[in-house]
């Protein structure tokens, strides 16, 4: 859009200017333009000002700054409405006597994308996206969307844009017929000469009034699109109240399915999904903003990444900067190792491009910008350094050390350690403000989460570095402080020795495990450790047998690796329970004079995830985590936690404080008195405060 943006008047976001006979109507909303209520009045005015100027024979919509509507104002959701709705102003929009065309660029979402579908003609920058996230807020269109959408752009592209919340390219709204034009550049402009074009077309196109594309529908897309996707929408409410709300367009008038997707859109806005998915869309963003930084922080630049180890972790860590065009010298003790770390990272963007997801000459691209070497020393002059050898201790300390005599003053030393103390590596090095962690999660180049640990001495610059950067390369950052496991992992450790103490009392695994995947997570605690590895962390001796975990390894039972672990597995790695398992868990209870028992599932919830709960409020008070919305979204992005139950904080909330303490308390009773409580638990239990707003 046009570089420079007067200031803007938030109180009058929307502006109006005629040439020729076209009136442009401009929205100047920063930072997405999001229809809050003054820009819906403004519409609303513009549009009456159109019609009552007989000079104006066309309408053109369009906004300044980064992009078209991004969607209704999420802010002023729960708050008492003001008028006009949303759906009133694309409504009057439509019914406008005038053609009115909507210029698209940057994201057209949600609201923002209903807008362009009541406007009588939709016009794009090929850069443009347009969505109907909705869904991700627990949500559906609105606004008229799940009505216009399946007449314009077709029914199949209507579900999968409603039900998945996934953006298409403007190119592809073309191929489906959502948009009129392509404009390769000087949007504006070319929109009016677009609508001088159609000034006199008559009738004018109505979105709602669309219906061969409607006719066309075989009403089987509905139930085959709901089982291909009956696993990613998995215990949510929002997508098939899109799907139900699409299907109603097919089979009502538009008059009657604006009612159904105003009734389905209100049962979802008053429910707990949308709250916690709401609420996740504001925590996800205020991860990425660190306290008490000394004000006007810069960051360092960052033009070239060294990556030590070219094993799963460093090869996947490399790609995230190679696939953000940032060079990246990747070295490794011998070429063996070398050659296959970078064979591997081939392969990967190879299986990428085989889906489409990427271009041959992408591939290429990535992958020129590698430089495998054997030489420390080529990492001299790299500006990042990046960490991911064997997780040792003295390994670590070895390598900063040697960096810390090869490597160029100022660049930043980061360890991709997922549990060691940062000081302790820090302290190695003349340098220890230059050293963070960055704790990727394997597989590094798809896992979105990065827990960006703050040693204590890190200096601010090297953190605002490591934040922004994070962005670049498409990760989602939190910032933890120095502790064993930082803030995911240590809230992992008492949910897993809970679980294998309720195998000693009398639960299995299949059991703990299916309580987990029926409270929404991918995976439960013993698929999760057969899918990593059951002998993570094992002391490698089978005569050494303190616990199952040394039993299983003892046997060679390390996992899905091996073909058994937790479970056996059969060639396609599925899983069945396995009576050696359980009879090694009897043993080991009857060696301990565990008295076993019936293990209820709310028992296992209370035991597993209340424990969770109470490590995580620990990780706040000791200031490890900046913020309980952080650790939510550690356990969103890092381990799967269903984001419509918000993370551990928001729904221990939604469960309420004081039902976690008593759930606790009963734990308490049963470990004979010396359970751990988090005093920040206890106290705002006490008060009746939540963790999260
Ligand atoms: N409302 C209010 N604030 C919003 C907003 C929105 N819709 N979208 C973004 N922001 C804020 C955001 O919180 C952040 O604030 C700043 O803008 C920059 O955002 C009736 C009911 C548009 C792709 O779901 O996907 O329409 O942290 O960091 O990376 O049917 O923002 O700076 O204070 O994300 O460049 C549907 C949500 C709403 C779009 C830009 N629309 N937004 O990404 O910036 S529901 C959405 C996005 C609806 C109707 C229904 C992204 C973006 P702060 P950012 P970005």
């Excluded at 696993?231 to 009502?252: L, M, Q």
């Excluded at 190792?337 to 997801?357: I, P, S």
């Excluded at 896992?447 to 605002?464: N, Q, S, Y």
């Amino acid at each position: 859009m046009t570089d420079v943006i007067d200031k803007p008047d938030t109180a009058n976001p929307i502006s109006t200017r005629k040439h020729g006979d076209v009136l442009i109507v401009l929205s100047n909303n920063p930072p997405v333009n999001a229809l809050g209520a003054a820009v819906r009045q403004g519409l609303v005015a513009a549009i009456e000002q159109a019609e009552a100027d007989d000079s104006v024979n066309a309408v053109v919509i369009a906004c300044e700054g980064q992009t078209f509507f991004a969607g209704a104002d999420i802010t002023e959701f729960g708050k008492p409405p003001v008028m006009p709705w949303l759906p009133e102003v694309v409504d009057r929009i439509e019914a406008c006597s005038k053609p009115v065309v909507a210029a698209i660029h940057g994201t057209a979402l949600g609201g923002g994308l209903e807008v362009a579908l009541g406007c009588h003609y939709r016009v794009a920058l090929p850069s443009a996206k347009l969505g109907t996230p909705e869904v991700k807020l627990g949500l559906l269109p609105g606004a008229g969307g799940t009505q216009r959408l399946p007449r314009v752009a077709g029914v199949r592209k209507a579900l999968e844009m409603c039900a998945t919340g996934n953006p298409i390219g403007a190119k592809e709204g073309f191929d489906c017929g959502l948009i009129d034009r392509l404009i390769e550049d000087d949007l504006i402009p070319h929109a009016v000469g677009y609508a001088e074009e159609v000034r006199d077309v008559r009738p004018l196109p109505k979105s709602s009034e669309r219906q061969y594309k409607i006719n066309e529908c075989d009403p089987a897309v509905f139930e085959e699109f709901r089982k291909e996707n009956a696993r990613k929408f998995r215990g949510f409410e929002a997508p098939d109240a899109n799907i139900r709300a699409v299907e109603f367009a097919c089979k009502k008038p538009y008059s009657e399915g604006v009612i159904e997707e105003r009734k389905l859109f209100m049962e979802l806005m008053s429910g707990t999904q949308s709250r916690a998915q709401q609420y996740f869309f504001f925590a996800e963003r205020k991860a990425a903003k660190i306290e008490n930084l000394p004000e006007g922080t810069q960051p360092r630049p960052v033009q070239k990444v060294g990556v030590i180890g070219a094993g799963t972790m460093g090869g996947g860590i490399s790609m995230n900067f190679l696939s953000a065009s940032i060079p990246v010298t990747i070295f490794e003790m011998n070429q063996e190792a070398l050659d296959r770390g970078t064979g591997v990272m081939r392969k990967n963007y190879e299986a990428t491009a085989a889906k489409g997801r990427m271009t041959p000459d992408q591939v290429e691209k990535a992958m020129g910008l590698l430089t495998p070497t054997l030489d420390f020393e080529a990492l001299a002059d790299c500006d990042l350094i990046i960490e991911a050898v064997f997780e040792q201790m003295d390994v670590k300390k070895d390598i900063f050390t040697r960096l810390d005599k090869t490597v160029k003053q100022g660049a930043i030393l980061a360890s991709n350690t997922s549990y060691l103390n940062i000081d302790e590596i820090a302290a190695v090095t003349s340098r220890p403000q230059d050293v963070v962690g960055m704790h990727f999660f394997s597989p590094a180049n798809v896992m979105k989460l990065l827990e960006v640990v703050r040693g204590a001495k890190t200096a601010p610059d090297v953190l605002v570095t490591v934040m922004g950067l994070s962005k670049k390369i498409r990760k989602v950052a939190v910032v933890a402080g120095v502790c064993h496991g930082f803030i995911g992992n240590r809230m992992l450790m008492p949910r897993q020795v809970e679980a294998t103490k309720l195998l000693l009392e009398g639960a299995t695994p299949e059991q703990v495990d299916r309580v987990h995947v029926e409270f929404g997570m991918p995976m439960g605690p013993f698929q999760m450790a057969d899918l990593a590895g059951v002998d993570i962390g094992w002391h490698r001796d089978p005569n050494r047998i303190e616990n199952i975990r040394d039993a299983l390894c003892a046997i060679d039972r390390w996992g899905q690796k091996k073909g058994a672990g937790f479970y056996d597995y059969d060639e396609k790695r599925r899983p069945t329970p396995s009576p050696v398992v359980q009879q090694i868990i009897e043993d080991f209870a009857k060696k301990q004079g565990v008295e076993r028992r019936v293990i209820t599932d709310d028992e296992i919830v209370e035991r597993t995830l209340y424990t969770m709960v109470n490590e995580g409020a620990k990780i706040l008070e000791e200031g490890m985590a900046q913020r309980a919305s952080d650790t939510d979204v550690v356990w969103v992005y890092g381990y799967g936690w269903p984001v419509y139950r918000g993370g551990p904080m928001f729904w221990a909330d939604t469960v309420g404080l004081q039902n976690i303490v008593d759930g606790l308390k009963r734990q308490e009773e049963r470990m004979g008195g010396d359970f751990s409580f988090s005093k920040l638990l206890l106290d705002k239990a006490a008060a009746g405060e939540k963790f999260t707003k």
